[in-house]
C-alpha cells in the first residue's frame, strides 16, 4: 500500500472498532476490553486472546447517569453508556487499571451495569518504586491471569509471555520510531496523526506494527512537504475528537512531539527481559514516569514537558484538560508556571467527551496561533 491508503487504512480500522472486534470473533478469537492506561496488555495476548482499548467515545450520555454523577469525567462515562449499549457485546471480559478515581468507580459500575461482561480490576500500588510496590505488582498480575483464565478458559503457557513481551516491545519501538518520523513530515494531518494512534488500539499489535512499518518506508521513500505550520507539543489525556484535530489543521499546528495518554505516553517505556517475564512486567510498570496518573510527589512530569518542548524546539504548547480529570487539572498550575518562567508560549484548552461545538477552542487556538506565529 501506498501512504495514502496506508492513512486511509488506519482511518478505518479508527473509525470502527466493532468491525475489528466482529472479525477477531468470527475468527474465533477470544476479545478482552482494556480501559485506560497501562492495561498489562501482554497478559492477555500471551493467554491468546485479543486485547481491544475502550476509551470512550463520542455519544451521548444517557444509560450511564444513572451510575456517575454529572461531574465525571465522561471518558469512563461513556465506556459505560457503550457497554449498556450493547456495544461491546461478545467480549470475554475487560479490565480496568485502578489509577484514579474514576476509573475506580467505573470499575465497580461497569460491573453492576453490564453484568454479562466479567470485570477485572488491575490493581496497582500507589508506591511502585520500592521493591515492596514491585511485589504487590506482581501479585495483581497474577491475580489478572487467573481472572482472564476464569473468564476465557484460556491458559498461560510457559515462554507466551516473554513471546508477547517482545511483541510489545517492538511496537513500542516503532511507535516511537513513528513520532521522530511524523515531527518532520508536517503534510500529515493532526486527523491523520490521531487515526494512527488510536488504530493502535483496535487490532493486534503484530498487525498494527505491520502497518506502521509500510507507512515509515513510505514517509522515508519520499522527502518531507515543505509547509508553512506552526511546530507545537501537546499534552492532556486523550486527544481523538476530529473536530479538535480539525481546528489544529485549520491553525496549521504541526504537533511535533506529544504527552497524551492515548498517544506517545504510552511507548516510552520498554519492558526489561529476563529470565522472569511477569516481574518484568512489573517491572516496566515501575519505570515508568511522568504521567499525571502515577504518583510523583517530585512532579517530574513538569520538567519533563519543559525539556520536551525545548528539545523539540516548538513554537508553543497546548495542555487539552479533559473536563473533570482532577489528576491533570492539579499539574496544570505547576506546568504553566515552569512553561511561563522558561519563556514557552502555552495555552489550555478544556476537550470533553460530551463536547458538540468546539467554538471557545476554536477561538482559544486561532489566537494562541497569533500570538505564536509572530
Known amino acids: 500500500?501506498?501512504?495514502?491508503?496506508?492513512?486511509?487504512?488506519?482511518?478505518?480500522?479508527?473509525?470502527?472498532?466493532?468491525?475489528?472486534?466482529?472479525?477477531y470473533l468470527a475468527e474465533g478469537k477470544k476479545v478482552?476490553?482494556?480501559?485506560?492506561?497501562?492495561?498489562?496488555?501482554?497478559?492477555?495476548?500471551?493467554?491468546?486472546?485479543?486485547?481491544?482499548?475502550?476509551?470512550?467515545?463520542?455519544?451521548?450520555?444517557?444509560?450511564?447517569?444513572?451510575?456517575?454523577?454529572?461531574?465525571?469525567?465522561?471518558?469512563?462515562?461513556?465506556?459505560?453508556?457503550?457497554g449498556m449499549n450493547g456495544d461491546y457485546k461478545g467480549?470475554?471480559?475487560i479490565m480496568v487499571p485502578h489509577l484514579c478515581d474514576s476509573l475506580k468507580a467505573m470499575g465497580q459500575n461497569f460491573h453492576c451495569a453490564v453484568p454479562e461482561i466479567p470485570f477485572i480490576p488491575v490493581c496497582y500500588p500507589q508506591n511502585r518504586k520500592p521493591e515492596y510496590g514491585l511485589e504487590f505488582t506482581i501479585s495483581a498480575y497474577e491475580r489478572v491471569v487467573r481472572d482472564l483464565a476464569a473468564a476465557t478458559g484460556?491458559?498461560?503457557?510457559?515462554?507466551?509471555?516473554a513471546a508477547?513481551?517482545?511483541?510489545?516491545?517492538?511496537?513500542?519501538?516503532v511507535m516511537r520510531e513513528l513520532s521522530a518520523a511524523l515531527a518532520i513530515h508536517g503534510e500529515i494531518t493532526a486527523c491523520q496523526r490521531s487515526d494512527i494512534f488510536k488504530s493502535a488500539f483496535f487490532i493486534r499489535k503484530e498487525e498494527h506494527t505491520a502497518l506502521v512499518r509500510q507507512l515509515l518506508k513510505?514517509?522515508?521513500a519520499e522527502p518531507a512537504e515543505r509547509t508553512d505550520k506552526i511546530p507545537v507539543m501537546i499534552s492532556g489525556i486523550l486527544?481523538?475528537?476530529?473536530?479538535?484535530?480539525?481546528?489544529?489543521?485549520?491553525?496549521?499546528?504541526?504537533?511535533?512531539?506529544?504527552?497524551?495518554?492515548?498517544?506517545?505516553?504510552?511507548?516510552?517505556?520498554?519492558?526489561?527481559?529476563?529470565?522472569?517475564?511477569?516481574r518484568d512486567l512489573a517491572v516496566k510498570f515501575q519505570n515508568t514516569d511522568n504521567?499525571?496518573?502515577?504518583?510523583?510527589?517530585?512532579?517530574?512530569?513538569?520538567?519533563?514537558?519543559?525539556?520536551?518542548?525545548?528539545?523539540?524546539?516548538?513554537?508553543g504548547l497546548i495542555i487539552a484538560i479533559t473536563k473533570f480529570c482532577d489528576p491533570e487539572e492539579f499539574d496544570y498550575p505547576l506546568i504553566k508556571r515552569a512553561c511561563d518562567e522558561n519563556k514557552i508560549p502555552n495555552v489550555m484548552v478544556e476537550v470533553d467527551r460530551q463536547m458538540v461545538e468546539y467554538g471557545q477552542v476554536q477561538t482559544t487556538l486561532d489566537a494562541f496561533r497569533e500570538v505564536i506565529s509572530e
Open 164 to 173: 508477547s513481551i517482545a511483541v510489545y516491545n517492538e511496537h513500542n519501538a
Open 32 to 82: 478482552v476490553l482494556a480501559a485506560p492506561v497501562y492495561t498489562p496488555e501482554e497478559l492477555v495476548h500471551a493467554m491468546g486472546a485479543v486485547p481491544m482499548g475502550v476509551w470512550g467515545a463520542d455519544v451521548e450520555l444517557n444509560k450511564a447517569k444513572t451510575y456517575f454523577p454529572a461531574f465525571i469525567c465522561a471518558i469512563v462515562q461513556s465506556i459505560v453508556e457503550l
Open 239 to 278: 486527544a481523538d475528537s476530529p473536530k479538535f484535530n480539525k481546528i489544529l489543521d485549520e491553525n496549521a499546528l504541526h504537533i511535533v512531539v506529544d504527552d497524551l495518554a492515548n498517544q506517545s505516553r504510552q511507548y516510552r517505556t520498554d519492558t526489561p527481559v529476563t529470565d522472569d517475564p511477569m
Open 91 to 93: 467480549a470475554s471480559a
Open 291 to 315: 504521567c499525571s496518573l502515577l504518583y510523583d510527589p517530585k512532579k517530574g512530569r513538569v520538567g519533563y514537558i519543559v525539556d520536551l518542548c525545548k528539545k523539540n524546539r516548538v513554537k
Open 218 to 220: 513510505a514517509l522515508q
Open 1 to 23: 500500500m501506498n501512504k495514502t491508503e496506508l492513512l486511509e487504512k488506519f482511518h478505518e480500522i479508527a473509525v470502527s472498532p466493532r468491525a475489528q472486534m466482529d472479525r
Open 154 to 161: 484460556l491458559t498461560l503457557k510457559p515462554d507466551a509471555l
